[in-house]
């Protein structure tokens, strides 16, 4: 049962263009949501969050919206750089350290 | 150096073999975990730990076992490697609580053969 679900395995953008990440989640007990940004070769590095009391969430060029009553969230990358190509991770916490994450979704900025 | 190491980086191993993966952290964090990354399927649990000596189950846990000895430790041990097990394993730490988001190390590629 795949309770936290990133539809789209790949996303490509124009350089200076919005990224858009879609995630949707099943469990209504999720109370905290993070994005995870990988390169190959390396670790997952946590990029921003949401709890579930906000709407929106905004940190420089990355801002996350969470819209409950759909259970989804999506992360926008404004403007995109070609270093933003990387998979993109969304998970999500209940109580407690526990993350759930998604598939993952490939993105390719392009200059 | 502080921040959370895994090694070996990249391991082959034969099935049916014993292979340990090892996990150390600097941070004193309460929480340990041990995802494995495939395609299609992201990052999935395979075991937890909230503390020394507390240790859980995760989505995927057969065929694995940890232990959790010291804080700062959290090795995962294939009891006998199988191809399936072929796979890019993830240690990360938290501390507890909303908001603490889990810092990963850089991962160890094993491939059984």
């Known amino acids: 049962d795949q309770q936290v679900k990133q539809n789209s395995p790949s996303l490509s953008v124009q350089e200076g263009r919005i990224s858009i990440l879609n995630c949707d989640y099943t469990?209504?007990?999720?109370?905290?949501f993070l994005w995870y940004k990988k390169y190959p070769a390396e670790g997952p590095t946590f990029l921003i969050s949401i709890s579930s009391i906000k709407d929106k969430n905004e940190d420089g060029r990355f801002t996350v919206f969470l819209n409950k009553s759909a259970k989804h969230l999506s992360l926008h990358i404004v403007p995109s750089q070609p270093g933003d190509s990387a998979v993109y991770f969304c998970?999500?916490?209940?109580?407690?350290?526990?993350?759930?994450f998604g598939e993952g979704t490939q993105l390719t900025v392009n200059p | 150096d502080a921040g959370i190491t895994q090694s070996p980086r990249y391991k082959i191993t034969e099935t049916g073999r014993q292979v340990t993966l090892m996990c150390h952290q600097t941070w004193s964090h309460s929480y340990m975990f041990w995802y494995r990354q495939d395609l299609g399927h992201g990052l999935r649990l395979i075991y937890y730990?909230?503390?020394?000596?507390i240790t859980d189950k995760g989505e995927v846990p057969d065929g694995y076992v940890v232990s959790r000895s010291k804080t700062e430790n959290f090795p995962l041990t294939l009891e006998s490697a199988t191809r399936s097990q072929t796979s890019v394993y993830f240690c990360?730490?938290?501390?507890w609580g909303q908001g603490a988001e889990a810092f990963f190390g850089q991962g160890t590629r094993l491939t059984v053969v």
């Open positions: 998970a999500a916490r209940a109580s407690g350290s526990r993350l759930t």
């Open positions: 990360a730490s938290s501390e």
């Open positions: 469990n209504s007990m999720f109370d905290y």
């Open positions: 730990s909230a503390a020394a000596d």
